[in-house]
């Protein structure tokens, strides 16, 4: 291919912000591909047709009935446009199956937190089509160089394309979080229509059971994930998850790119849902939101008072029993929490009830909320984020952009994002944050109370602040590397 000709990709997941979004992947699919289309890219998205999803995007049109698929319920492939700006839109093919989608809850889990009993079927769809889509068994003329799989929700086009025997498109799999493998019982290779020869240890059997992100980090050509830090944590038996293994046998196949963030839709000085705008040479706005995020929150409205903000999936992953643990503690530095967050009814409940028991220092809102998420990173003055492992992370991006401090586990994306503030590195003028280790209670309450000290000095917080909202986390040079992965995998073919 020459340089100059366009790539085709065709980008393969199962959530897109706006229309759909659970976490970090639904801004990844969305930022990820524009930034690409930026490119010059010839970039189309597949997504199952959930309710969010037919409802958001527009202008669409059936180009295709999927009425014989062997193993699948029938299914109406549509064509459209999801806006994700005034401006800016990307082309994207819905999976309209409502026997499969259509359906109260989330995309993987019902409404009581159980996982969907047929997320095998669903998702195996959804691969199923991604590799008919790439493959000269597609009925579109449109045909992508490059099938880019995302999770384990689309680890099995690798797999249906490997045993493809005609012309197909390059694979690459993206590792989003090693820990959602997508494990499904042994008989599923028959139910979704694979070989029996492929449940071996080399294809899609784990363990004794069949994994969908197996399927990918085996089949594909080219492995990614989102830090380089997290590339080798998840050859270690700590954060492998069962896969160190197999990782590190196909490390030369495996690359970590930092995650960009959309640097239009998170900018303090032009962000729509703040209560003022300020910039890096106008720090001043930030203290209004401060405050219209205490009276939102129903916290004392206190500018010397440090707010320390968490938006999160709550889980043992990113950290919240920690949280719940260290809540008392800092209540008395003094210092006040808000909290956004959902995924867990118990330790929701325990968030609830801390907000009950000191109700002018924490604060907490469950579910999603986009308007309080950009409040929050506008108006706190500290990000907490006591993950465990992290592969990349967003929010440590978004509260640097915004001027306010993270303070994180010194892991995974967290570790390549955010410099630890040492009198050297604020010599330097590097200082963003403040990194903490190892992911103990005692660890993280230290990392706090010298948050909280270096808060008091305001000429050295304010070059702090300056030093992470000078750092570029634009998505361009990320869009670059798998640019440049797409094509080295089609010129070696």
């Known amino acids: 291919m020459e340089r100059t000709q366009k790539l085709r990709v065709l980008f393969i997941t199962p959530e897109i912000y706006p229309a759909c979004k659970t976490g970090g992947l639904g801004d990844v699919s969305a930022a990820l591909p524009m930034a690409l289309q930026h490119l010059q890219t010839d970039i189309k998205i597949l997504l199952p047709g959930y309710p969010s999803v037919l409802q958001g995007v527009k202008y669409k049109k059936a180009v295709h009935e999927f009425n014989d698929l062997q193993h699948f319920p029938p299914a109406t492939l549509l064509s459209g446009k999801l806006a994700l700006s005034k401006t800016e839109s990307l082309p994207v093919f819905v999976i309209d199956c409502p026997g499969l989608y259509v359906r109260e809850g989330g995309p993987y889990l019902d409404a009581q937190g159980r996982d969907w009993p047929d997320n095998s079927l669903r998702f195996g769809l959804l691969s199923k089509i991604g590799a008919i889509l790439s493959s000269d068994a597609s009925p579109l003329k449109w045909r992508p160089d490059i099938a880019h799989c995302n999770d384990w929700q689309s680890g099995l086009t690798p797999a249906y394309l490997h045993f493809h025997p005609g012309q197909k498109a390059a694979t690459v799999m993206t590792i989003h979080n090693l820990a959602f493998q997508g494990v499904f019982a042994p008989g599923t290779v028959i139910q979704l229509g694979l070989p029996p020869s492929s449940f071996n240890i080399e294809g899609v059997e784990y363990y004794g059971n069949v994994s969908f992100l197996k399927a990918g980090v085996y ?7 989102v830090s ?11 954060l492998g998850f069962g896969m160190q293994g197999l990782l590190t046998t196909r490390n030369d196949k495996l690359t970590g790119i930092v995650n960009g963030i959309d640097t239009d839709k998170w900018n303090p000085e032009t962000d729509t849902y703040l209560a003022k705008n300020y910039s890096r040479e106008k720090l001043s706005g930030k203290i209004v939101n401060k405050k219209a995020l205490q009276q939102y929150m129903g916290l004392d409205i206190d500018d010397d008072i440090p707010l320390l903000g968490v938006i999160s999936r709550l889980s043992y992953q990113k950290g919240t029993d920690l949280l719940i643990q260290i809540a008392p503690e800092l209540v008395k530095l003094p210092a006040q929490l808000v909290i956004l967050g959902s995924n867990h009814i118990e330790l929701e409940q325990q968030l609830i009830l801390l907000a009950k028991m000191y109700p002018h220092a924490i604060a907490v809102q469950t579910g999603f909320d986009e308007a309080l998420s950009h409040l929050i990173e506008a108006g706190a003055d500290c990000f907490l984020m006591p993950s465990r492992f992290e592969p990349c992370g967003l929010n440590q991006m978004y509260s640097q952009h915004y001027g306010t401090l993270p303070i994180v586990h010194a892991t995974g994306g967290l570790l390549d994002t955010v410099v630890n503030y040492t009198p050297s590195s604020l010599t330097k003028g590097t200082a963003s944050g403040f990194l903490f280790h190892p992911i103990t209670v005692g660890s993280l309450l ?8 270096t808060y008091q000095n305001k000429k050295t917080w304010r070059k702090l602040q300056r030093n992470a909202m000078s750092k570029d986390f634009s998505w361009q040079a990320s869009a670059i ?3 440049e992965i797409y094509r080295s995998l089609i010129h070696s073919t």
């Open 219 to 225: 089949y594909a050509e080219h492995i990614t994930t």
């Open 446 to 453: 230290k990392a706090i109370q010298f948050a909280i000290d």
């Open 228 to 238: 380089p830090n997290y590339v080798q944590e998840i050859q270690s038996e700590t």
């Open 481 to 483: 590397a798998y640019q």
